[in-house]
């Protein structure tokens, strides 16, 4: 495979090693969860990693692999692993580089689950947090303490979009030599590629735009560092257990073939819709990396290769009016996903981030009106129309 390819070759084509068995044009499911050996000779030589051969699907599997070495080749990594779910990566990575009395520093937007992890659970393992607005870069510097191991952020970040300058944060941490890890699930590495920009680790829930059906949950991890990698695989996803299923792998690997497509097609929906909400009388704020108009436009435009197809608005009168108009649309979807087919809309502060508390939501840069929408693949003619008729409603 040229790793000169364009994005759509490469998530079709990427990480194999040759033809399919029977030469079947789709690699098979492996649907195993134990593999057989030759003799004791093969055994040690598998169990000594002399052998790319396979032992038990929770270590790792034919069909992990491809997918594993497809997501590698996308975020120009040198190794992935792949989880049950998005959380599973997301917790494994943090835990793979946090130990008792570190400390790591988040951006003050993130999704609810991390949220969760890192203000909940990491305490009760001796590690502190620290929230910060990671906008503005003097807020990183002034938190940077000699405990802090690890700076964790999503860009743009769920559900306000605000983007984050990951080049000039990766200088900032170089410096003390503290980790960086992107959650690049909004973006897809179809627009944005954190590790070219520097980072450590890219994390993905696979569950949202990799997959694009709504009918996969899992998660994927990428670094450059392939001991990094190993260890994550063998220390982390192993012990605790966060494997993906065989056929999960090969329902994503179909999702990658038509990634590039989809996405293309997701944001240009989402820029006509966009639009519309912009000049829309009822909505008061529009958040959307692509408008010009929008605070982290200029850095988005200069990391990303497009803005993705998440939007967040708040329209005028309130929380009772963002109810309404969620419960009033009839092709949108009200669901807490995001990156499928269909159109999602939800309220994130009743939904994915109600574990935040009301009373600090504008400290975390949200409100209890916020309405998100994920663009869906409809005709976008057909998702303005009826959000025009939610809001006249």
Same mark, same amino acid.
Not at 76 to 85: M, N, R
Not at 107 to 117: A, D, E, I, K, W
């Given at each position: 495979?040229? *790793?000169?390819?364009?994005?759509?070759?490469?998530?079709?084509? &990427?990480?194999?090693?040759?033809?399919?068995?029977?030469? &079947? /044009?789709?690699?098979? !499911?492996?649907?195993?969860?134990?593999?057989?050996?030759?003799?004791?000779?093969?055994?040690?030589?598998?169990?000594?990693?002399?052998?790319?051969?396979?032992v038990y699907t929770r270590g790792n599997n034919p069909t992990l692999r491809l997918f594993e070495n497809r997501m590698a080749e996308l975020e120009?990594?040198?190794?992935?692993?792949?989880?049950?779910?998005g959380m599973a990566a997301i917790s494994s990575v943090l835990f793979s580089f946090l130990k008792p009395n570190d400390n790591v520093i988040v951006?003050?937007?993130?999704?609810?689950?991390?949220?969760?992890?890192?203000?909940?659970?990491?305490?009760?393992?001796?590690?502190?947090?620290?929230?910060?607005? /990671?906008?503005?870069?003097?807020?990183?510097?002034?938190? !940077?303490?000699?405990?802090?191991?690890?700076?964790?952020?999503?860009?743009?970040?769920?559900?306000? /979009?605000?983007?984050?300058?990951?080049?000039?944060?990766?200088?900032?941490?170089?410096?003390?030599?503290?980790?960086?890890?992107?959650?690049?699930?909004?973006?897809?590495?179809?627009?944005?590629?954190?590790?070219?920009?520097?980072?450590?680790?890219?994390?993905?829930? &696979?569950?949202?735009?990799?997959?694009?059906?709504?009918?996969?949950?899992?998660?994927?991890?990428?670094?450059?560092?392939?001991?990094?990698?190993?260890?994550?695989?063998?220390?982390?996803?192993?012990?605790?257990?966060?494997?993906m299923s065989p056929f999960n792998a090969w329902l994503l690997l179909r999702g990658l073939k038509t990634m590039g497509l989809r996405m293309r097609?997701?944001?240009?929906?989402?820029?006509?819709?966009?639009?519309?909400?912009?000049?829309?009388?009822?909505?008061?704020?529009?958040?959307?990396?692509?408008?010009?108009?929008?605070?982290?436009?200029?850095?988005?435009?200069?990391?990303?290769?497009?803005?993705? &197809?998440?939007?967040?608005?708040?329209?005028?009168?309130?929380?009772?009016?963002?109810? *309404?108009?969620?419960?009033?649309?009839?092709?949108?979807?009200?669901?807490?996903?995001?990156?499928?087919?269909?159109?999602?809309?939800?309220?994130?502060?009743?939904?994915?981030?109600?574990?935040?508390?009301?009373?600090? /939501? *504008?400290?975390?840069?949200?409100?209890?009106?916020?309405?998100? !929408?994920?663009?869906?693949?409809?005709?976008?003619?057909?998702?303005?129309?009826?959000?025009?008729?939610?809001?006249?409603?």
């Open positions: 495979m040229n *790793k000169n390819h364009g994005f759509d070759t490469r998530a079709i084509h &990427a990480g194999g090693t040759g033809k399919n068995p029977s030469n &079947a /044009l789709n690699p098979p !499911i492996f649907q195993t969860s134990t593999f057989v050996f030759d003799d004791i000779d093969h055994v040690e030589k598998v169990m000594s990693f002399q052998s790319d051969d396979y120009h990594g040198e190794g992935a692993v792949a989880f049950a779910s951006h003050r937007t993130l999704y609810g689950s991390s949220y969760s992890v890192i203000t909940k659970l990491l305490p009760q393992y001796g590690v502190e947090h620290k929230i910060r607005d /990671l906008t503005n870069l003097e807020n990183l510097k002034e938190a !940077i303490d000699e405990n802090t191991k690890l700076i964790y952020f999503e860009t743009p970040s769920n559900p306000n /979009l605000s983007i984050i300058d990951i080049k000039k944060v990766v200088e900032i941490a170089k410096e003390k030599d503290i980790k960086v890890v992107v959650d690049n699930t909004f973006a897809t590495p179809y627009f944005q590629n954190p590790l070219e920009l520097g980072a450590d680790v890219v994390v993905h829930s &696979a569950t949202k735009y990799i997959c694009g059906h709504g009918d996969v949950v899992g998660g994927v991890a990428i670094s450059k560092d392939n001991d990094y990698i190993q260890r994550l695989k063998f220390d982390y996803m192993c012990e605790f257990g966060g494997v097609q997701h944001e240009k929906n989402a820029i006509e819709v966009a639009k519309f909400l912009n000049n829309h009388p009822k909505i008061k704020t529009v958040m959307y990396p692509g408008l010009e108009n929008f605070k982290g436009y200029n850095i988005a435009k200069e990391q990303m290769n497009g803005f993705g &197809a998440m939007i967040s608005f708040e329209i005028d009168g309130g929380l009772k009016d963002a109810i *309404k108009f969620v419960e009033s649309v009839k092709l949108a979807q009200l669901a807490v996903s995001l990156g499928d087919c269909e159109t999602l809309i939800e309220v994130p502060a009743a939904m994915t981030h109600r574990g935040y508390p009301n009373e600090k /939501l *504008k400290e975390f840069g949200l409100t209890e009106s916020m309405v998100r !929408i994920s663009v869906g693949l409809e005709d976008s003619e057909d998702i303005i129309e009826d959000l025009e008729q939610a809001l006249n409603m």
